[in-house]
């Protein structure tokens, strides 16, 4: 099974506690995580993925702060130096996003003005 993930939501998935846009949002985000933590291989994209499936502000396919978060997917493909449709493991995608963006302070630059950033601090 190949997942398909926007590339920001490598950000995400480290510092999610259980908070989210909706409660089946939050009951999907838990079981992503556990469908990750088998470490599948997943295809990065710019665009709504299995996230963004269960999520109220997904609007037929299309994020409603569309051109925010693709901006954030850029920036952490750009980061990583990887690019859209790229298929990796996920635990190596997990790697490159702590090692170029989470461990290098880098993480406020690319998403501080997401609602949740208070979280990820
Ligand atoms: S807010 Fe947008 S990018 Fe974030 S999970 Fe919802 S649809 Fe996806």
């Known amino acids: ?3 398909r993930i926007r590339a920001h939501h490598g ?7 259980g908070k989210g846009y909706s ?9 992503m995580k556990e469908r990750l933590a088998q470490n599948p291989e997943v295809v990065l994209l710019c665009r709504t993925d299995d996230v963004c499936a269960h999520c109220p502000n997904n609007h037929q396919g299309v994020c409603e702060s569309v051109e925010k978060v693709a901006d954030y997917d850029r920036q952490v493909l750009s980061l990583c130096g990887l690019k859209e449709n790229d298929v990796l493991r996920w635990r190596d995608f997990e790697a490159l996003v702590q090692q170029h963006i989470l461990a290098a302070g880098r993480r406020e630059s ?12």
């Open 23 to 31: 409660g089946e949002f939050t009951e999907n985000m838990w079981k």
């Open 1 to 3: 099974m190949k997942y």
């Open 110 to 121: 690319v998403c501080g003005g997401c609602e949740w950033n208070e979280l990820c601090k």
């Open 11 to 17: 950000m995400c998935f480290s510092f999610f506690q």
